[in-house]
Structures are given as structure tokens and as C-alpha cells.
């Protein structure tokens, strides 16, 4: 960086001329973005509303019943005060975090939860109402991404990405926070073509096929939706799972994108316009 | 049917008591901030237009269960090796009313089911006549709305067989379930539409695990109705009503769940 600030002379902020020299493109195209931000909104109120559902019941089991006497693999739960995360044999204690905190006995904080305080019925109106805008956009989404090009121009990897040593190299770049710039900048990097990736077409596919197997209604018309996954309770660990993964995705996305220059990358995805990050001198 | 019903009453802005008091910490700040953030999105919760928004999308869900599901459409039956080896009780586990424990202490050999509404003949069913009708064994899966399932032997007489026995009229659109068991001094009931009503699995169940039923999970009638939640069974059946409306019907919504937690009435999900 210092280098950069000698080069574009004295006077003016540094930011300044940077944004003299590197070229603004048009990156991220309009559907690209209504879906990022109403995907955003209901992601956000299903993994909200689903940790008060969650709260109904903390208990997750494997197999096709899976009640309080019988075997969990993950329990959220409290004893008196104390609140603790039990997964297979191992127990930590996580009061202030899970199980109680905030002054209440839940597996999830109010903090975090819609409603804040407990309803199992108002938790499920929103779930199964955003549902709907999750299943819908996510659908006129696959279709825009097959008609466009948007999938196999910009997301899929290219072949020479492909290669082991090629995710390799990236993963290291990215371990050491140096993200692509110049005309690189202009593509989805492969880690960030993967995430992507994972997000479209497993996670949210396998989110909407779990959440279909818990009900008893769509389990009677899709008796496969149960084999396939291996009874109800297993759905719902795996959807639970699903939920955890777009926590995970989230957390990292919001990362990079601190890292990579939040106001560069915001105005990407709220306008479309992308400042291309100068090439490293080096 | 739900478990615990109290927790409702807990709030959730309530700030550890043992904090300084002195200190306004970051912690406490962000505390604070993310209540304001809370009592907001609360208010959004508790919005009229906001609850009727919603309940368009559990319409739409309700439409779209009955549009892709055949009406008779089996519930997933199991193998006895499947059966959950201890089957939880689940919402009321006695009625514990004086007429109840008459009942209960004679094994209920003078309760009767009475089958009346919008029927040609009314009925009175003794448990003896229950025992001889036709019946139909199904190991299913119980879904609790909390999210937990366990899998037993149901048996009983198929609810279809007795409303064509009653004469039901045709112009009648649902069933009530009226039941001996109450929470707080409110009777507990249910009702289901007419396809569920004469679908091949729903039976009024004397029987669970190849057993009469014990008071916990129902005695002397249960209904299973396989293709919704756990709420929709009701325990303690006592009277069948056929109804062409569901309104002047305790509180209207179809149910005690449905009136008093707003539970959905269409529990297929």
C-alpha cells in the first residue's frame, strides 16, 4: 500500500486515488441482486424463527421416531441455571450463550429468536410464511441462472479451477486474506464459485426437501421424501444442519466481505457497480 | 398436543440480576440496544396486518398440501421392529373429573359415544359395540408440533363407518371431536374436515400397542387422524358432532390449540 501512495502522488486521501486510477464495472446484474436481498431477508427469518421452533423441542435423534425416552445426538437444554450443549458423549457448559440465558431456560436467546419471547405458533406462521418466499425466489432464481448464463459463466468453475492444486493455491491465498485484483477481481474466485455454490444447490434444495419430509401431510403424499433421509426425526436433524451450514455461510460471506472493502462490495450488490481492486505491485 | 403451555407466560427481556448496577458495560449497552431492536421486532409480531400477511401464507400452504396430496393418500405404515420402544404421553394425561373416574373405575363399561349434529340417527355407542364393529390396525408415526415422533400400534373403528352408519347429511362440512379432558376449566376439543373424516386411517382408536388404552393415552377413544399433527389426535373422545360450520363452536377456531395458542387448524405440517 505504501508504494500505491507514492505513486498517485502526495495530496488527497488515499482512497482518492485509488479511485482515480481503477476502473468502476457494472458486475453484479439486477436479478442477481432482488435475489441476494430477498433470499437475505427470508434466510434470515427462517433461521430466526426456526431456533424458537427449535425451542419447542431441543432434542435431535437419527432414525424414524425420536421422542424424550429415547437417544439424542444433540440436546440443547438447562439444568436450573445452568445451560449446556450435549452432542453424542461430550457436554459444555454455555450458559449465557445456549440453553438459558437472557434470564430464560431456551435453547436459543431471546436475542435470536422471532418471536424474542416463547411461541411455538407464531414461530411457525413465520417460518412457513417465508417458506414460501424462500421456495418461490429460489426457483425463479435456478431459472434466471439456467436461461442467463449467470450459472455457467460466472459461477461454475472453470476447468483450469478445477485442479487440486489450483483450489489449493486459492485456499492459501485466502488463508493469508489476499483476495484477487485487477482483472481478476472481475470473476467469482473458486472458494467463493464453491460457497456459491454449496448454497444453491445444496443447502437450499436440501432445506426445502427436509423441512417437506417433517410433514406428516406431504410424508403420506412423498412416502420417498423419509426413505430418502432416513425417517422424519433424521430430516429434521439434517434440516437442522442445513440451518446450521447457512449460519456458517453467512458468517464467512460477512467476513470476506469486511475484508474485501465492505463499502466496494455493498455498492456491488445494492447498485450493481464494482471498483476493481488494484493490482498488488508485487 | 403440545406439552408445556406456561412457558408463554415467560418474558424475554429480563436482564441478569447479579449484573453491576454502577456500570453501564458495553455488553449491558448492547443488551439494551438489541432489547429496543426486540420490543421492535415484537411489534411487528403482534401487528394485526402483519398476523393476517401471515395467515396467507398458511393458506396458501393448506391449498397447496390438499392440491398435491391425493385425498386418500396413505400415512407411512411401519414394521412392528420399527415401533418406538416407549411411546411418550403426550398434553392431558388424565381428565381426572368425577364423572371421568366413575367411568375409569367401571372400565368404562357404561361410557357411551354419542354420534350426533347434522345426522339422520343420532347414536349412542357402548365401548362392547366399539369392541364388535370392523376395525383397522396401523402402526403409524406420531409428529408432536414441538418436533419430536413416536411410532405405535393404533386400533379402532374407522370414523367413515360410523358416520354412514348415523346417516350423516351431506350438507355437513366438518367433525367435532368433543373430549372428556379440559385445561384451566376449558374443555379440550377438535375437528377435521370431510376428507379426513372418511379417509381409510382415521379411526376412533380403542386399542395402542395391541392393548386397550390406558387413561394416560386416551381411554376409553382416541382419534388418529394420520395425515396431521399430534394436536389434531384428540384423547378422551366423548361425543362426534357434525357440523356444517365451525363458528359458535367454543372459541370458532376448530380446536382448543387453534382458539387459545393460535395454533394452525390444518396441522399437516
Known amino acids: 500500500m505504501a508504494t500505491q501512495f507514492a505513486e498517485s502522488g502526495t495530496d488527497g486521501p488515499p482512497g482518492r486515488a485509488e479511485a482515480d486510477t481503477s476502473p468502476l464495472i457494472y458486475r453484479t446484474k439486477l436479478p442477481v441482486r432482488i435475489w441476494?436481498?430477498?433470499?437475505?431477508?427470508?434466510?434470515?427469518?427462517?433461521?430466526?424463527?426456526?431456533?424458537?421452533?427449535?425451542?419447542?423441542?431441543?432434542r435431535l435423534y437419527w432414525g424414524v421416531y425420536g421422542a424424550n425416552p429415547d437417544h439424542p445426538w444433540l440436546v440443547i437444554s438447562h439444568r436450573g441455571t445452568s445451560g449446556f450443549v450435549q452432542l453424542g458423549g461430550f457436554e459444555i457448559a454455555t450458559t449465557g450463550f445456549l440453553g438459558y440465558a437472557q434470564g430464560v431456560p431456551y435453547a436459543f436467546p431471546p436475542l435470536v429468536t422471532i418471536p424474542s419471547t416463547y411461541s411455538l405458533a407464531d414461530a411457525r406462521q413465520w417460518h412457513f410464511a417465508f417458506a414460501w418466499v424462500l421456495l418461490i425466489s429460489a426457483t425463479l432464481f435456478m431459472a434466471y441462472n439456467l436461461v442467463s448464463g449467470h450459472l455457467r459463466r460466472d459461477l461454475a468453475l472453470k476447468p483450469e479451477e478445477r485442479s487440486l492444486s489450483h483450489l489449493w493455491h486459492d485456499i492459501k491465498e485466502h488463508a493469508r486474506l489476499r483476495f484477487p485484483t485487477g482483472e481478476a477481481a472481475r470473476a467469482y474466485n473458486p472458494l467463493q464459485k464453491i460457497a456459491y455454490l454449496g448454497v444453491l444447490f445444496v443447502l437450499i434444495p436440501t432445506v426445502i426437501l427436509t423441512g417437506c419430509t417433517m410433514s406428516p401431510t406431504?410424508?403420506?403424499?412423498?412416502?420417498?421424501?423419509?426413505?430418502?433421509?432416513?425417517?422424519?426425526?433424521?430430516?429434521?436433524?439434517?434440516?437442522?444442519?442445513?440451518?446450521?451450514?447457512?449460519?456458517?455461510?453467512?458468517?464467512?460471506?460477512?467476513?470476506?466481505?469486511?475484508?474485501?472493502?465492505?463499502?466496494?462490495?455493498?455498492?456491488?450488490?445494492?447498485?450493481?457497480?464494482?471498483?476493481?481492486?488494484?493490482?498488488?505491485?508485487? | 398436543m403440545s406439552g408445556e403451555i406456561n412457558r408463554e407466560k415467560t418474558s424475554g427481556l429480563i436482564l441478569p440480576a447479579e449484573r453491576p448496577t454502577s456500570l453501564v458495560t458495553r455488553r449491558n449497552a448492547l443488551i439494551g440496544g438489541a432489547g429496543l431492536l426486540l420490543a421492535g421486532c415484537d411489534q411487528i409480531n403482534a401487528s394485526p396486518t402483519v398476523k393476517s400477511a401471515l395467515n396467507l401464507g398458511e393458506k396458501a400452504t393448506h391449498s397447496a398440501q390438499r392440491l398435491v396430496t391425493d385425498r386418500n393418500a396413505l400415512a407411512q405404515e411401519f414394521s412392528r421392529a420399527e415401533m418406538s420402544p416407549v411411546f411418550r404421553q403426550n398434553g392431558n394425561q388424565n381428565p381426572n373429573t368425577s364423572e371421568y373416574n366413575t367411568l375409569a373405575a367401571n372400565k368404562f363399561a357404561d361410557w357411551k359415544l354419542a354420534v350426533d349434529g347434522m345426522v339422520a340417527h343420532p347414536l349412542q355407542i357402548s365401548l362392547a359395540q366399539m369392541m364388535a364393529a370392523p376395525r383397522r390396525t396401523q402402526i403409524t408415526r406420531h409428529d408432536c408440533v414441538e418436533g419430536w415422533s413416536a411410532i405405535g400400534e393404533w386400533s379402532g373403528v374407522p370414523l367413515g363407518l360410523i358416520l354412514r352408519r348415523a346417516g350423516m347429511s351431506s350438507n355437513a362440512k366438518y367433525v367435532v371431536f368433543h373430549c372428556a379432558d379440559s385445561t384451566g376449566g376449558i374443555p379440550y376439543y377438535e375437528s377435521i374436515d370431510m376428507i379426513d373424516a372418511f379417509h381409510p386411517q382415521t379411526i376412533l382408536a380403542t386399542h395402542m400397542n395391541g392393548e386397550l388404552l390406558t387413561v394416560g393415552h386416551g381411554a376409553p377413544l382416541r382419534l388418529r387422524v394420520e395425515r396431521q399433527l399430534g394436536y389434531k389426535q384428540a384423547k378422551y373422545v366423548m361425543r362426534v358432532e357434525a357440523v356444517a360450520s365451525l363458528e359458535g363452536i367454543h372459541g370458532g377456531g376448530g380446536g382448543y390449540w387453534e382458539d387459545h395458542r393460535d395454533y394452525q387448524w390444518f396441522a399437516g405440517i
Open chain 1, 218 to 282: 406431504l410424508n403420506a403424499a412423498f412416502p420417498w421424501l423419509a426413505e430418502l433421509f432416513g425417517g422424519r426425526p433424521s430430516a429434521r436433524s439434517i434440516h437442522f444442519l442445513c440451518a446450521f451450514g447457512f449460519a456458517l455461510f453467512i458468517a464467512v460471506h460477512l467476513l470476506a466481505v469486511v475484508l474485501a472493502g465492505p463499502f466496494n462490495e455493498l455498492r456491488s450488490i445494492i447498485t450493481g457497480w464494482y471498483r476493481l481492486p488494484k493490482e498488488r505491485s508485487k
Open chain 1, 36 to 58: 441476494h436481498w430477498v433470499n437475505a431477508l427470508s434466510i434470515f427469518v427462517m433461521l430466526m424463527s426456526g431456533m424458537m421452533i427449535f425451542n419447542a423441542h431441543p
